[in-house]
């Protein structure tokens, strides 16, 4: 196996946080047993991200359209073993949902979108919002702050920057920059910000692994979190069917992290900068 990186390069202790968007009642605990079972095997979290009213807009593994509600059992009782944190992933999944300017829409989106997820897993917390297509306005990201949310998304979201700060944006994107950055702290709220998302179906296996493992060493380089961002649809085809090459990357690189001592996963509503 090759090595992560060079074991005494970087001594601060990499934080790992695994994302995983697009979880609604459609999704298989089968499917994300495969993607994770060794990550909850030896007790690491994943961040299922949750989107509260299944629509159209939800993307879903193909043959997998029909609702299952034992997902919500099995997500129940991992948040029960410490082993999943639950995050609100928009309300319907529809592009712009969260765009708008409007208080009082904000607030009923919210609202009712956290009634649906009670609903779905009672008494368990949701404490993190994670944005549907990374798309929302200055005023939603402010009314989840003043709620104490925590948020992750992509920095240029986070933080709409001023024309230089775009410059700056793109500049850092052509040059190949991994796409992660500090923790911001707000009051009660922590905003995590990723840019990039390492494991997709639209380039090659070695490629997402390539890049995986260059994340990871400017990540600890730097005492960043290493936020990893799945789409557990992308790891898979049609009829439910694995993408064999794509899920090796995957579990070759899990398995990379968890065998180095300084590496710790964790969620975002439980992180904690590293000393």
């Not at 994300?32 to 909850?40: I, P």
Request: hydrophobic fraction near 45%; charge should be neutral.
């Amino acid at each position: 196996m090759v090595a992560l990186f060079p074991v005494t390069a970087f001594p601060p202790k990499l934080t790992v946080i695994v994302r995983d968007d697009d979880i609604s009642a459609c999704t298989r605990s089968e499917v994300l047993q495969v993607l994770y079972g060794g990550l909850w095997a030896q007790g690491s979290p994943v961040c299922l991200a949750v989107v509260p009213l299944l629509s159209e807009q939800v993307p879903q593994v193909a043959g997998h359209q029909g609702p299952d509600p034992g997902v919500w059992a099995f997500s129940r009782e991992l948040v029960g073993s410490g082993r999943a944190e639950i995050a609100m992933h928009g309300y319907r999944h529809a592009p712009g949902e969260w765009a708008g300017s409007d208080p009082a829409t904000l607030c009923r989106l919210l609202d009712d979108g956290l009634a649906q997820m009670e609903t779905a897993l009672p008494g368990v917390p949701v404490r993190t919002f994670i944005p549907p297509h990374e798309r929302f306005s200055p005023a939603a990201r402010d009314l989840l702050i003043e709620r104490g949310f925590s948020i992750c998304t992509t920095s240029a979201n986070m933080f709409p920057p001023n024309r230089l700060g775009w410059l700056a944006y793109r500049l850092r994107l052509r040059l190949g920059r991994p796409g992660f950055y500090p923790v911001v702290h707000r009051g009660s709220s922590c905003l995590f910000a990723a840019d990039t998302y390492l494991f997709t179906s639209d380039v090659s296996p070695a490629v997402c692994l390539r890049r995986a493992r260059l994340a990871a060493g400017f990540c600890a380089r730097f005492g960043y979190p290493l936020v990893i961002v799945n789409h557990h649809w992308h790891f898979f085809e049609g009829a439910g069917r694995p993408r064999p090459a794509l899920l090796a990357a995957w579990h070759e690189f899990v398995a990379e992290l968890a065998a180095r001592d300084d590496v710790a996963f964790t969620t975002f509503a439980a992180y904690k900068a590293p000393p």
